[in-house]
């Protein structure tokens, strides 16, 4: 409502404009509570801070890196020396999987009992990523630590440019794209609503030529797979303060996970 000459003009062109549709579409939420003169101190300061931080970069300090990097460190960290040993069928042992859970302050976000993978998706996806990033393998049973998991053990900032590489730079182009779209999100501290994700990572796959090759339109399925890959990746690594992890979009990045983000925003070239 800037420039539209005070509160109470800022009601008039707020109803001229139908801002109150807008609103909605892009919050998801009613307007009988929006407050037109309100001001939110915090969320201005958060907003500086991510800005301060993308005009003059700074160089992540080690304890930011150990918090990015805590949950694949604490994996890697589990599986030096002898490994992991696994169940018959490939999944961690249920004593492993409480322990994953508990020291990396999930445990709180599921309910029953949380010792199988297959009933802790977040545990279960952190694994799988790691084997499939190499820095796990599995032998005879057991999980051990891959090359590059050694490396990024001894070398915590070898697995930081890992990561970044890793996670910036997919092979899909889709799944690149989607990966700009979520770190810009990320970064600047906002994401579309629920209502409007699907059509805006749509729009924008279609922007940059992507097209099926019957000709019909993208599928809301393939978007939303597209979209759950990018957020198991991200949601490997702690890249926000802590909260719930499964509204991970929702939540204020830590200065760590910034300037991760902002280095894979460097790789994809956004910045």
Not at 15 to 32: I, K, M, N, P, Q
Not at 70 to 86: Q, Y
Not at 110 to 117: A, D, M, Q, S
């Amino acid at each position: 409502m800037e420039d539209s000459g005070g509160t109470a003009s800022g009601v008039v062109l707020f109803e001229l404009l139908d801002a109150a549709r807008w609103f909605y579409e892009v919050t998801g939420e009613g307007t009988s509570r929006f407050d037109i003169g309100a001001s939110d101190l915090e969320a201005v300061n958060r907003s500086l801070r991510r800005l301060s931080l993308q005009l003059w970069p700074r160089p992540v300090t080690p304890a930011e890196r150990d918090a990015v990097l805590r949950p694949v460190l604490w994996f890697l960290e589990s599986a030096a020396g002898e490994g992991l040993e696994l169940t018959k069928d490939g999944y961690l042992k249920p004593a492993m999987v409480s322990r994953t859970l508990e020291e990396l302050g999930w445990i709180d976000e599921f309910t029953g009992k949380g010792n199988r993978e297959v009933n802790t998706p977040e545990v279960l996806d952190l694994r799988l990523h790691l084997l499939k990033w190499k820095l796990l393998r599995k032998r005879n049973g057991r999980l051990l630590l891959g090359s590059m998991g050694k490396l990024g053990l001894a070398e915590p900032d070898t697995l930081w440019d890992y990561l970044v590489q890793t996670i910036g730079a997919p092979q899909h182009d889709a799944v690149k794209l989607m990966t700009r779209l979520a770190a810009h999100w990320l970064v600047q501290g906002s994401e579309p609503s629920y209502v409007l994700r699907d059509e805006v990572i749509i729009r924008a796959l279609e922007a940059s030529g992507f097209v099926t090759r019957s000709g019909d339109p993208i599928p809301a399925e393939w978007v939303r797979d597209i979209d759950r890959t990018v957020r198991q990746s991200l949601g490997c690594l702690q890249l926000t303060v802590p909260g719930e992890r499964f509204r991970l979009l929702e939540r204020e990045p830590s200065d760590g996970g910034l300037k991760f983000l902002l280095q894979v925003q460097a790789l994809l070239g956004d910045r």
